[in-house]
């Protein structure tokens, strides 16, 4: 078996990957997406969040600067 990042020789701690740097790569491929995932085309382009309205809760400052 042959590192499926390098092609070179496994190493049997790092299996399949011949190093921790390939299998470092791999798994930063999984994590960008760069791999195609069946079934996984989630598009989060919510128009509502950027409209950010509800954020009128800070309009009071309440210090507690009052004497007994
Ligand atoms: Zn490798």
Do not use: N, Q
């Amino acid at each position: 078996m042959s590192c499926p990042i390098c092609k070179r020789k496994t190493d049997a701690e790092y299996r399949p990957f011949c190093s921790k740097r390939c299998a470092d790569v791999d798994l930063a491929h999984w994590l960008t997406g760069s791999y195609a995932i069946p079934g996984d085309v989630a598009e989060d382009d919510d128009p509502a969040i950027a409209e950010d309205r509800g954020r009128e809760s800070l309009g009071r400052e309440s210090g507690g600067r009052e004497p007994h």
